[in-house]
C-alpha cells in the first residue's frame, strides 16, 4: 500500500472494526510483504527443524543409555560388536563399532603392529565423534541465524511502514487515526512475525546446544574408557 492509498483508503478498514491478519498483509506495502513473506518461511522451517532435532536428540540419547546398558552388562565385547555392526547404529554405538573395527583390522592383520594399535584406535574414535556430532548438529545454525537476525527483519518492516503512515499525513495533511492506522498496523504485524520467528529459534537453539554438549561429553567419556580397555589388551598380549 502506497502512502496515497493509505490516505486514501484507510477510514474504511477501521471504521470495520479492526484488520485481519490477512488484510494486513493484503494492503501491506510490496516490500513490507516481502519481510512478512520471510519471516513466515523462516518460521515454518525453524520448526521443521526443530521438530527433526527433537527426535534426532531423543533417538541419540535412547541408543545411548541402551548402548551403555549392554557394554557394562559383561557381555562379550565381540560379541556386542557382531550384533551392533550388522545394523545402523549412531553415536556411542557407533563410536564403539568404529573402534572395534579397527582393533580387528590391527590385531587380525598384524601381530607385530600391537605397539601402534592404541593411536589408532583414539584416531578412529576422534574422527568418529567429530562425524557423530556434525549430524546431530546440522543445520542448528540456521536457528542461530533466525534468531538473531528475524528481530532485525521485522524491525525493517516496522520502519518502513512507519515511513509510509508519515508520508500518508504529508499526503492528506491529516494526522487523524484513520489516516496513520494501516502504517502502524502493517509496522506492528512485522515485529510480531519477527519475534514469533526468532524467539522458538532462540530458545531451541539454546536447549539443542546444551544436549550437543552433554552427548559430546558422554561419547569422549566413552572414548577414554574404550582407549583404557584397548591399553590393557595391548599389554595383555605383548
Request: charged share 15%.
Amino acid at each position: 500500500m502506497t502512502p496515497a492509498e493509505v490516505a486514501q483508503g484507510a477510514v474504511a478498514p477501521v471504521a470495520a472494526g479492526g484488520f485481519s491478519f490477512f488484510e494486513l498483509f493484503i494492503q501491506a506495502h510490496i516490500v513490507v510483504q516481502l519481510v512478512m513473506v520471510g519471516l513466515g518461511l523462516a518460521s515454518v522451517w525453524s520448526w521443521a527443524i526443530i521438530v527433526e532435532k527433537i527426535f534426532a536428540f531423543r533417538r541419540a540419547r535412547i541408543e545411548s543409555d541402551q548402548f551403555e546398558q549392554m557394554f557394562w552388562s559383561g557381555q562379550s565385547l565381540d560379541e556386542l560388536y557382531a550384533g551392533l555392526s550388522r545394523g545402523s547404529t549412531i553415536t556411542m554405538g557407533a563410536l564403539f563399532v568404529a573402534a572395534m573395527r579397527e582393533w580387528k583390522r590391527s590385531v587380525e592383520g598384524n601381530l607385530r603392529a600391537l605397539g601402534g594399535i592404541q593411536l589408532r584406535v583414539e584416531k578412529v574414535m576422534d574422527v568418529t565423534i567429530s562425524r557423530e556430532m556434525e549430524r546431530l548438529d546440522r543445520r542448528l545454525l540456521f536457528l542461530a541465524t533466525v534468531g538473531s537476525t528475524a528481530p532485525f527483519v521485522g524491525l525493517f518492516g516496522t520502519v518502513w511502514g512507519i515511513m509510509t503512515s508519515f508520508q500518508a499525513i504529508a499526503i492528506s495533511k491529516n494526522t487523524n487515526l484513520a489516516v496513520v492506522a494501516p502504517g502502524i498496523a502493517e509496522a506492528l504485524f512485522a515485529t510480531a512475525l519477527g519475534l514469533i520467528a526468532a524467539i522458538p529459534a532462540v530458545v531451541f537453539y539454546n536447549k539443542f546446544s546444551a544436549d550437543s554438549a552433554a552427548i559430546s561429553q558422554r561419547l569422549y567419556a566413552f572414548s577414554d574408557e574404550f582407549a583404557a580397555i584397548v591399553s590393557r589388551q595391548i599389554d595383555v598380549r605383548t
